[in-house]
Nanobody
Framework: QVQLVESGGGLVQAGGSLRLSCAAS????????MGWFRQAPGKEREFVAA????????SYADSVKGRFTISKNNAKNTVYLQMNSLKPEDTAVYYC???????????????????WGQGTQVTVSS
C-alpha cells in the first residue's frame, strides 16, 4: 500500500509559477515510476508528465512541454512538478500517481497507474 499526498497548489496569475510536491509513504518509493495527471471541470483526466523510477527518463504532454519539469527525489520519497509560464488553461486539479506498468510502454495511460493522491487545485487567472 502506498499513500500519496500532493501539496503546492494555489491561485496564480498567468505567466506565474508553482511547484507541486507529492510525498509518498513506504520504503519502496525508489522502485516506482511516477506520473502527474490533471482534471479540469467538465473535462476528462489528462496526462501531464511522468518520470522513471531512477529519474533518468521523463515524458511530457505536448501542452506542457518546455514549461513544466518533473523531478524525483528518492531520498525524500517525493516527486515534484515545477510549472512555469502558467496559462489559464492549466487550471485543474493535479494528481500524482504510481505507475505499475514497465516504463517501455505508453506512460500517458491512466489505467497503468495504481495508487493516486487526493489532488491539489491549481487555478491560473488571466
Amino acid at each position: 500500500q502506498v499513500q500519496l499526498v500532493e501539496s503546492g497548489g494555489g491561485l496564480v496569475q498567468a505567466g506565474g509559477s508553482l511547484r507541486l510536491s507529492c510525498a509518498a509513504s513506504g520504503r519502496t518509493f525508489m522502485s516506482y515510476h511516477m506520473g502527474w495527471f490533471r482534471q479540469a471541470p467538465g473535462k476528462e483526466r489528462e496526462f501531464v508528465a511522468a518520470i522513471s523510477s531512477g529519474g533518468g527518463s521523463t515524458s511530457y504532454a505536448d501542452s506542457v512541454k518546455g514549461r513544466f519539469t518533473i523531478s524525483k527525489n528518492n531520498a525524500k520519497n517525493t516527486v515534484y512538478l515545477q510549472m512555469n509560464s502558467l496559462k489559464p488553461e492549466d487550471t485543474a486539479v493535479y494528481y500524482c500517481a504510481t505507475r505499475r506498468a514497465p516504463w517501455r510502454y505508453d506512460v500517458s495511460l491512466g489505467d497503468d497507474y495504481d495508487y493516486w493522491g487526493q489532488g491539489t487545485q491549481v487555478t491560473v487567472s488571466s
